[in-house]
């Protein structure tokens, strides 16, 4: 049991290129979500799921970009990237929303744009 | 949107002090999570706490939702606790406070 992996861990990206943060779990969760965290900030929400082939949006979803086909894997896009993109992605996986939920985090994905 | 804020922003603590986190949220909550960031960035779920109190082992939470607070205490500190404590409320889409950075020396 994986649980949550996200890849790459380390990425440094030019202004303007386009890449993919991967993220897959192995816990057969409906909901999963991605956060990006600033420097002595909490995190943020980017984009949400609650299941395949349904995604919205959260506080900081420009310059995203989602899907969800299968229940396993979530994938964050990365448009045209920019230097206020600079962040470290955390992707996040739960069974519901009910009481005693357990959310689980992937480790992180530290993302460089220069 | 709901405000969550967390005090203190920074603490230092002597391996086996006592101490208390505190989350503020601005409207009525349903759900509250605490979450520890060790120093390598991994966040962990400590506490699904939307009122009342729950231990776990010498860590406890409090939740007042009534006066929109709660509360984390952490016993007889160690070096492992040592990283960011967030609160967060919201079930599947968390609002995140900017947390308190604790700093546990032997």
């Known amino acids: 049991n994986a649980g949550v992996t996200q890849t790459p861990k380390f990425q440094v990206l030019k202004t303007g290129q386009s890449m993919t943060l991967q993220c897959a779990q192995d816990?057969?969760?409906?909901?999963m979500s991605w956060y990006r965290q600033d420097p002595g900030m909490g995190l943020r929400l980017i984009h949400y799921s609650v299941g395949a082939g349904i995604t919205d949006q959260g506080e900081v979803p420009n310059g995203y970009n989602v899907s969800r086909s299968t229940t396993e894997d979530f994938p964050l896009r990365l448009l045209s990237a920019a230097p206020s993109q600079t962040s470290v992605y955390f992707c996040?996986?739960?069974?519901?929303?009910?009481?005693?939920?357990?959310?689980?985090f992937g480790e992180g994905s530290w993302l460089t744009v220069v | 949107g709901i405000q969550v804020e967390q005090s203190p922003p920074d603490l230092i603590l002597q391996e086996g002090a006592n101490s208390t986190l505190r989350c503020n949220f601005s409207?009525?909550?349903?759900?509250l999570q605490w979450f520890h960031q060790n120093p390598w960035g991994q966040l962990i779920n400590l506490f699904y706490?939307?009122?009342g109190t729950k231990q776990n082992g010498r860590l406890s939470a409090t939740t007042v939702a009534t006066e929109r607070y709660s509360l984390l205490y952490i016993s007889s500190s160690q070096t492992t606790d040592s990283g960011v404590y967030f609160c967060a409320v919201g079930a599947h889409k968390l609002i995140f406070g900017t947390g308190t950075r604790l700093q546990v020396f032997p």
């Open positions: 996040a996986s739960s069974y519901s929303t009910g009481p005693g939920n357990t959310i689980y």
């Open positions: 706490i939307p009122s």
């Open positions: 816990m057969n969760h409906e909901y």
């Open positions: 409207d009525s909550v349903n759900n």
